[in-house]
């Protein structure tokens, strides 16, 4: 696909009408120059508000959502669990697993997938287990 000119692309951002429809458009866009954005993105799509206006019709918004994954383990959880650890808001219990080819991550919403997956390890279906608390935040930087 050749490179689009400058209006070309703002011409296309600016006519989409559906958060599908701007992300197609954004993918065609990166086609034409290389899977990259071009280098007048900021400048002629973000910073005069192209983004912002042409989100706002389909009732979005141009923002940057960044989020923000921490985890840490969780203390003195030795064999079959007995009760789900105490959680904050966000946070969510990630088992560990590894069968011998790397680790692999299932997050349990309940004591009852907790002590499924620890059967599954103490019955040799894995070589590891470790529990940790994954807990998540977001935050939002205005275009």
Known sequence: MPKMTQAEVVALMEGSNSEDEWHANI???RQAFGGQYPNFW????IQPGVAS???AKFGKTADITV???SRKPIPNLYGRPTSMPYLQKGE???GIYDQGLGEKEMPCSS???????YDSYASG?????????????????PT
């Open 27 to 29: 993918d065609k866009v």
């Open 42 to 45: 900021y400048a002629d799509i």
């Open 53 to 55: 206006k042409t989100a």
């Open 67 to 69: 989020t923000a994954i």
């Open 92 to 94: 969510k219990i990630i």
């Open 111 to 117: 004591l009852a997938e907790m002590q499924e997956l």
């Open 125 to 141: 279906m894995a070589l590891k287990l470790r529990w940790e608390i994954a807990s998540t935040s977001e935050s939002t930087i």
